[in-house]
């Protein structure tokens, strides 16, 4: 058997204190593959955006263990930390993220910048995202004048551009009509199919959910028995 890719196990996550004390994950295992789709599910306030945080390493469990790769993640700390979750991760969400008043290009090669590559490699590379994303005309345009599929599909660049294992995805179509969010919602699952990129999503919408190898359903902060996939 392959080691997973991330492996989480007996996970709880509680907010606040005292009275504000709120438990939203509680006792949450699951193990996730290399090159699998997954949606997680579940009304609001159930837990999604949570547990995708802790998966993505964005925050760390009350309890419980995480894995990645095998690999232990409560040591890693600070540089480290942010280094793995800087070249392994992607990230999609609903809110785009994107710096207003600068340029496209500079924002899809942010991470390239975290990551200390050079001025001449980011911009080929971040050309070459937004090429493939199909904006490459729109590199030097200011990120605020994009139409809404444009700024997701910006944010998707940026998510490529360190050719990361895995694409974490918070309601990526959320803010986009429906033939907008479709063809969003087709890149992301190309990128899984031809590239191998681990999708994970978190989503109301039923038929991204249907898309998806794997459906992972929240309720009030536990995960439900899982459907095997046809
Ligand atoms: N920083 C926080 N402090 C206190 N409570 C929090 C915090 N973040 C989340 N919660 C609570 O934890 C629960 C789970 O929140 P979470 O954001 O994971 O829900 P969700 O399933 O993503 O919901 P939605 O579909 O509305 O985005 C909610 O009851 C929420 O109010
Ligand atoms: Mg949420």
């Known amino acids: 058997m392959t080691t997973p890719l991330i492996s989480i196990t ?3 996550k509680t907010y606040g204190r005292g009275p504000n004390r709120f438990e939203a994950l509680r006792g949450v295992s699951l193990e996730i593959n290399a090159g699998e789709s997954i949606a997680i599910i579940g009304k609001s306030g159930s837990g999604k955006s949570t547990l995708m945080h802790l998966l993505a390493l964005l925050d760390a469990p009350t309890d419980g263990n995480i894995a990645l790769e095998g690999v232990d993640t409560s040591r890693l700390r600070g540089g480290a930390l942010n280094g793995t979750r800087n070249k392994t991760f992607g990230f999609v969400f609903q809110q785009f993220f994107l710096t207003p008043n600068t340029s496209v290009l500079d924002n899809v090669v942010l ?14 590379r971040g050309l070459a995202a937004l090429e493939q994303l199909d904006l490459a005309d729109k590199a030097r345009n200011k990120s605020t004048n994009l139409s809404g599929g444009q700024k ?3 944010v998707i660049a940026r998510a490529l551009v360190n050719n990361p294992r895995v694409i974490f995805a918070d309601e990526p179509t959320g803010n986009l009509d429906t033939v907008t969010g479709g063809v969003v919602e087709d890149i992301l699952f190309s990128l899984n199919r031809e590239h191998g990129i681990t999708l994970i999503v978190v989503t109301h919408d039923e038929d991204l ?9 929240i309720r009030d902060g536990v995960i439900l028995p899982e459907e095997v996939a046809a």
Do not use: F, S, Y
């Open 209 to 217: 959910a249907a898309r998806c190898d794997r459906r992972i359903h």
């Open 10 to 12: 007996d996970v709880h």
């Open 111 to 124: 991470p390239l910048k975290i990551a200390g590559v050079r001025r001449g490699e980011r911009k080929r």
């Open 152 to 154: 997701q599909r910006t």
